[in-house]
C-alpha cells in the first residue's frame, strides 16, 4: 500500500509513508549510502523492520543499491550499502525576503541544481504571487532537461506560518495577512505545495545536511531583518502547538525598551534586527543611514556610537539565545542569518550575555557561526517539500 500524501491526484506511485520507511530514507538522506546493519544501528530499528521499510522504496525507485552512481549494484548482497537515487526526482524550493525570491531546483537528495534570483519591487500578495508563478514554470522547463518530474514546491516565509493548512497566517516583512498560499499556488502551478516558516525550513536542511547533523537538541538562531529561530527537540523540528514555536524575536527583555511592530516594548527584534539598529545608528550619529551595509561600515570606521548600538544588539541576542538554552538544553546553537556580517561586533555582547544568563550545565551549550546564503533557505524549503513527499513531516 503506497497512500498519497495529498488530495492531488497521485501521478505515479507515492513512496512508502509509513513512519519506519521515512525514518530509513531521512537517515540515508543524511548521511548518504549506508548498510542495511548501519541503518538498523542509526534508526534502531530492527533488521527485519529496516528490511520492510528498504523494500518499497526500491520499488518504486527512490532507494537504490550501491555505494554511488558509478558503482555496480550487487544484488542480493546483504552487506551492499543502500542510498537515496538522487536523480529520481526533483523538487522545488522557494524562500521570499523583503526584497527577492530565490528559487532553487534540487534533486531527491536535496542538492541544488539550479538557482534563480529575482528582485521584488513590492511585497504585496498580488505582486509576489505572479513572480512565484512565472519562476516555477521557468524552473519546470528546466526541469524538463533532466527528464525527471518536478514532485512537489517548498515555499519558505517569515512569520506565522500555518504548515498544515499552507496559510500564511501573518508575515510582518511581507505585511501579508491570512494568506492560503499552498492553495494559491497549487492551483497555479499543479504541483503539491508545501509552505512553511523560512527559519524551520532552514533548520530542516541543517538537521539533514549541516551543521546539525546527528544532534537529538540543537537551535538555530538567525539574525538580520528578523531574529527567528529554529528548534529540534528529540530529533524533531518543532512548531508547537500553534505552529510559533522559537519566537525568540518576541522575548521581552526589557519592558521599558523600544516599541515592537508586535505590539510588545523591548523585544529582542525591536533592539537587535536591522530595522532596529538603523533607527538607533541614525540616533547616535543623526546621519541618514537606510542600509544595514553604512550602518556597518560606520561601526568599522570606528564611531563609538554606532559599536555601542550593536553591542546593545549583541547582548539582547545572547539573552534570547540564555533563555533558548535555559529552556530547552541543545548541544548546540548555530548563529546564521545575513546579520552574521556584523558578528564581530555582537560577538562579545553575545558571549558576555550568554553567560551571565545561561544555568548550570546549560553554559556547556557549543555556540557556533555559520554563513548561510539565501540559496540554503530555498534549499531548505526543497527540503520541506521532500519532508511532505515521503511523510517524514506527519509523523
Ligand atoms: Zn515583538
Not at 570606521?301 to 539565545?321: C, F, K, Q, S, T
Request: proline share 6%; with cysteine; charged share 20%.
Amino acid at each position: 500500500m503506497f497512500p498519497a500524501m495529498r488530495s492531488t491526484p497521485p501521478r505515479e506511485a507515492a513512496p512508502a509513508t509509513t513512519p519506519a520507511a521515512s525514518l530509513v530514507f531521512t537517515t540515508l538522506l543524511s548521511h548518504g549510502p549506508l548498510t542495511r546493519a548501519e541503518i538498523g544501528r542509526r534508526t534502531m530499528l530492527s533488521a527485519a523492520a529496516v528490511t520492510k521499510a528498504v523494500r518499497p522504496l526500491m520499488e518504486v525507485g527512490y532507494l537504490v543499491e550501491g555505494a554511488d552512481d558509478g558503482a555496480r549494484p550487487a544484488l542480493g548482497r546483504p552487506a551492499n550499502p543502500v542510498r537515496v537515487d538522487a536523480g529520481r526526482a526533483l523538487f522545488i524550493g522557494i524562500k521570499v525576503t523583503g526584497d527577492e525570491i530565490i528559487a532553487v531546483l534540487a534533486d531527491l537528495c536535496c542538492r541544488i541544481r539550479v538557482a534563480r534570483h529575482v528582485r521584488l519591487t513590492a511585497r504585496g500578495p498580488q505582486a509576489v504571487l505572479p513572480r512565484i508563478t512565472a519562476l516555477v514554470q521557468e524552473l519546470l522547463t528546466e526541469a524538463d532537461g533532466f527528464g525527471v518530474r518536478v514532485r512537489g514546491l517548498g515555499i519558505a516565509v517569515s512569520g506565522d506560518v500555518d504548515r498544515t493548512r499552507g496559510v500564511v497566517r501573518y508575515s510582518p516583512f511581507l505585511e501579508w495577512r491570512d494568506i492560503a498560499l499552498a492553495e494559491i499556488v497549487e492551483t497555479a502551478t499543479g504541483l503539491p505545495v508545501t509552505v512553511d516558516n523560512d527559519v524551520r525550513a532552514l533548520t530542516v536542511a541543517e538537521q539533514w545536511f549541516g551543521a546539525g547533523v546527528g544532534l537529538s537538541h540543537f537551535a538555530l538562531v538567525t539574525v538580520g531583518a528578523g531574529i527567528g529561530c529554529g528548534l529540534v527537540v528529540h530529533g524533531r523540528v518543532v512548531s508547537g502547538a500553534h505552529g510559533v514555536a522559537g519566537e525568540i524575536g518576541h522575548l521581552s527583555i526589557d519592558p521599558l525598551g523600544p516599541p515592537c511592530h508586535c505590539g510588545n516594548n523591548g523585544c529582542v527584534e525591536a533592539i537587535a534586527a536591522d530595522p532596529a539598529i538603523l533607527r538607533e545608528v541614525r540616533k547616535a550619529t543623526g546621519k541618514p543611514v537606510h542600509t544595514a551595509a553604512e550602518a556597518l561600515a560606520l561601526a568599522h570606521e570606528g564611531d563609538p556610537g554606532v559599536r555601542d548600538v550593536y553591542a546593545r544588539a549583541g547582548e539582547a541576542i545572547g539573552r534570547a539565545i540564555g533563555s533558548v538554552v535555559n529552556v530547552l538544553g541543545p548541544e548546540r546553537v548555530i548563529i546564521s542569518g545575513e546579520g552574521l556580517a556584523a558578528y564581530d561586533l555582537f560577538a562579545e555582547g553575545i558571549r558576555d550575555a550568554l553567560a551571565a544568563s545561561a544555568f548550570g550545565a546549560a553554559a556547556q551549550c557549543d555556540v557556533m557561526t555559520r554563513p548561510l546564503p539565501f540559496e540554503e533557505w530555498a534549499r531548505g524549503a526543497a527540503a520541506t517539500a521532500i519532508q511532505s513527499f515521503i511523510g517524514s513531516d506527519t509523523y
